[in-house]
């Protein structure tokens, strides 16, 4: 019999929010107040799943709702929905994250929940109490013009300043990440692209890296870069790893020697946890003058075997310096 489990984190709360709606044979029920854009990221191929949200403007997004219909679900609205329920018989989680990007994602929000027995959930019972009715063109027509409404008086939410390099620098419990390299050539396994349907996304794979057994491990943020002939590491960008698939020998374009595996990023950025910071001008230009620094012929041997490099203290302080400079710029 399945034990209870405490989800004291985002990815834990994701990753069994998608495993209870595994099985798309059986009944699927997300009861949540909330619906935000990319919901289907964090359930699973949404086809024939039932969602239940409350039709509030500012809360659900009307978008997210009429995505969700296209892609095969059936919502429903029911107001004064406060509750957060995913259930099938394969388990059920029970917390307090909404079915958004704000609260399983980049919103990088305190969530927490607990993962039941499916068979201690009373469904029929909750559904009928919940009162819950099918979504129309007109109910959903009235919540784009509230929602409208409610944006022009209080705005979209993305006015606010990304943090930057030196914000991540100065704090004391900053996120981990690690430093990588690629070159051109090269696409996602079949492995890549099978995890990517059993993640919903139709086997589309926003990001990947070659890598070695063990290396790497999901939720772990990756800073990639193009190094050029000559050593230069240029377009950095972020990679977030949703999965770590090993490839196939016979993929002789995919497979390469002493990095049998791809780290995957499944779902695009703006669908996964908030980086540690932003790639701005300044970060670029410290970048190339980091890299070549005396005294870091360590990280830059390391980096030349294209392994996935964690960032220090030293390392950190020593690009902060560089970040600072080009900054006042």
């Not at 201690?120 to 109490?129: A, E, F, G, S, T």
């Not at 990280?299 to 294209?306: L, M, Q, T």
Request: net charge positive.
């Amino acid at each position: 019999m399945e034990m209870t489990r405490l989800l004291l984190t985002q990815s834990e709360i994701r990753n069994n929010i998608r495993d209870v709606f595994a099985d798309r044979r059986q009944r699927r029920i997300a009861i949540v107040a909330f619906v935000g854009k990319g919901a289907d990221a964090y359930t699973g191929d949404p086809d024939g799943l039932l969602v239940v949200c409350w039709p509030r403007a500012g809360g659900t997004n009307p978008e997210a709702v009429w995505d969700l219909q296209c892609k095969g679900a059936k919502v429903y609205f029911a107001p004064r929905l406060h509750m957060k329920l995913y259930w099938s018989p394969r388990g059920a989680v029970v917390g307090s994250a909404n079915l958004s990007t704000n609260a399983l994602g980049a919103g990088d929000l305190r969530e927490l929940a607990v993962r039941i027995p499916g068979a201690q959930v009373p469904i029929d019972d909750i559904w009928k109490r919940v009162k819950p009715r099918p979504v129309t063109r007109a109910s959903l027509e009235k919540l784009r013009r509230e929602h409208a409404a409610y944006q022009r008086k209080n705005g979209r939410g993305a006015g606010t300043k990304p943090r930057s390099f030196a914000d991540w620098a100065a704090e004391k419990g900053r996120k981990p990440w690690r430093l990588a390299w690629w070159n051109d050539g090269g696409q996602a396994s079949k492995r890549a692209k099978a995890l990517s349907e059993r993640m919903g996304s139709a086997g589309q794979v926003a990001d990947y890296i070659a890598c070695r057994k063990g290396e790497l491990r999901p939720d772990t943020w990756l800073l990639t870069a193009r190094r050029s002939v000559q050593g230069f590491l240029t377009q950095p960008q972020w990679l977030y790893v949703q999965g770590v698939v090993l490839v196939d020998k016979k993929e002789k374009r995919t497979y390469v020697p002493g990095w049998p595996c791809q780290a995957v990023q499944v779902h695009p950025l703006r669908m996964c946890p908030a980086p540690p910071f932003a790639i701005d001008k300044a970060f670029r230009q410290a970048l190339g003058g980091w890299r070549r620094e005396a005294g870091l012929q360590a990280f830059e041997d390391a980096v030349i075997r294209e392994a996935a490099v964690p960032i220090t203290k030293t390392l950190a302080n020593a690009l902060n310096r560089h970040y600072r400079a080009a900054a006042r710029v």
